[in-house]
């Protein structure tokens, strides 16, 4: 299968038939499918059986009792299910219109874009009538200022990190990367991966038929969304920094309980703890990096030998501080610990990994 359009549904049951009309209309002559993930606690996963049983283009529902993630876990979970090369995401009540569909599959076909954003600030895009008030309109763009402000670089060819309207090559994008907390699914694919970003124009209209379940918490879930991408990952960084003198000290107790000196059992446990740290890093912290950060090799040595220019230049550095400038021992330990694990992280985001 080439296409999967993955419409995500809550309680839209009076657009689903117009929707597969003029979806089945837009896809002749494509190898394509429509999943709808469904939500809803009225009757539209009746109507959109009666409707795929009808349509000429497959139409499955995954329909959930026990949603997770809202808006943004039905997409992930609608790709996930997806086996075609190229997934799409709408919708379910024609604010996207279905003729763009073959648009964006052209698109990702013809380019080697791994994303195509369908966006409402590119180009002869626009917004008639879509963002129902001034207010949306206010939240909206302050939404995408804020976000492209916040990833300069991941978002630097999106104009519309906002829009629910895109279409991606299935292979590009791990899907297990993504959180399902994120409402906003495009920021949390663009954010989480390097992708090289194309886009296409579109007029974002008024709803068919319903009403817009956004509302002030998905406002809120937003912002704890961007927060956790941009410092996500110094948490994660710290955690695994954590675990890591944790281990240290596991393993320096039993050495010197073995009678080794405890000079050469510090020596031992920070090696080991070295290897240990860069393994967790690299599966927990700078997973979606590694691909474009050389071979494995190159990131071992570049972080090993941070670490171990860190660790050998933390002591003289202390005393240092406490002979000539009199700070207080603990502070100055406290001092070097901090500027040493910020150091650690610029280091490894910015160089190890860089992007
Ligand atoms: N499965 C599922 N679960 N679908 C949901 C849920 C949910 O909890 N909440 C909303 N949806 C579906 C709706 O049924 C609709 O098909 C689509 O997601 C968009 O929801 P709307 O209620 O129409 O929200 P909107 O128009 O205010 O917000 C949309 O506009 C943005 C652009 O301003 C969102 O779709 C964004 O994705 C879009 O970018
Ligand atoms: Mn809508």
Not at 105 to 118: H, I
Not at 120 to 134: Q, V
Not at 173 to 184: A, H, M, S, Y
Not at 208 to 215: L, N, R, V
Request: include cysteine; hydrophobic fraction near 45%; proline fraction near 4%.
């Amino acid at each position: 299968m080439e296409l999967t359009v993955i419409v995500p549904t809550y309680n839209e049951a009076p657009n689903i038939a117009e929707l597969v009309r003029r979806a089945e209309a837009a896809c002749s002559g494509v190898d394509a499918e429509i999943v709808f993930v469904d939500d809803s606690r009225d009757h539209t996963p009746d109507v959109i059986r009666t409707t795929a049983a009808r349509s000429t283009v497959p139409v499955r529902l995954i329909h959930r009792d026990d949603p997770v993630g809202g808006l943004g876990g039905a997409v992930i979970e609608g790709v996930r299910s997806s086996q075609a090369v190229y997934c799409l995401v709408m919708d379910g009540d024609l604010q996207h219109p279905p003729e763009m569909i073959p648009v964006v599959l052209d698109r990702l076909r013809a380019s080697d874009a791994e994303v195509v954003v369908a966006s409402r600030y590119g180009g002869n895009g626009g917004d008639a009538g879509g963002l129902a008030n001034g207010t949306r309109r206010l939240v909206s763009s302050g939404a995408t200022l804020l976000s492209r402000t916040l990833f300069p670089r991941r978002l630097e060819h999106c104009s519309d990190p906002m829009t629910g309207f895109f279409g991606f090559r299935r292979s590009a994008v791990e899907v297990e990367q993504l959180r399902p907390t994120g409402f906003k699914i495009l920021l949390e694919i663009l954010c989480r991966h390097r992708l090289r970003v194309l886009e296409v124009p579109f007029v974002f209209g008024a709803r068919f038929a319903g009403e817009s379940k956004a509302t002030l918490t998905e406002g809120l879930r937003f912002l704890r969304q961007l927060a956790g991408l941009r410092f996500g990952r110094i948490a994660s960084f710290g955690m695994v920094g954590g675990i890591g003198a944790v281990l240290n000290l596991l393993i320096m107790g039993a050495l010197v309980a073995l009678g080794v000196h405890y000079v050469v059992a510090a020596i031992v446990a920070a090696e080991i703890t070295i290897l240990t740290n860069f393994l967790m890093q690299e599966r927990m912290v700078f997973r979606a990096e590694r691909q474009g950060a050389g071979s494995l090799r190159r990131r071992f040595l570049h972080s090993a030998g941070f670490n171990n220019v860190d660790a050998a230049a933390r002591l003289p550095l202390l005393w240092l501080l406490v002979e000539f400038a009199g700070v207080p021992s603990l502070l100055a330990q406290a001092g070097t610990l901090v500027g040493a694990f910020l150091l650690r992280y610029l280091y490894h985001s910015r160089v190890v990994y860089a992007d």
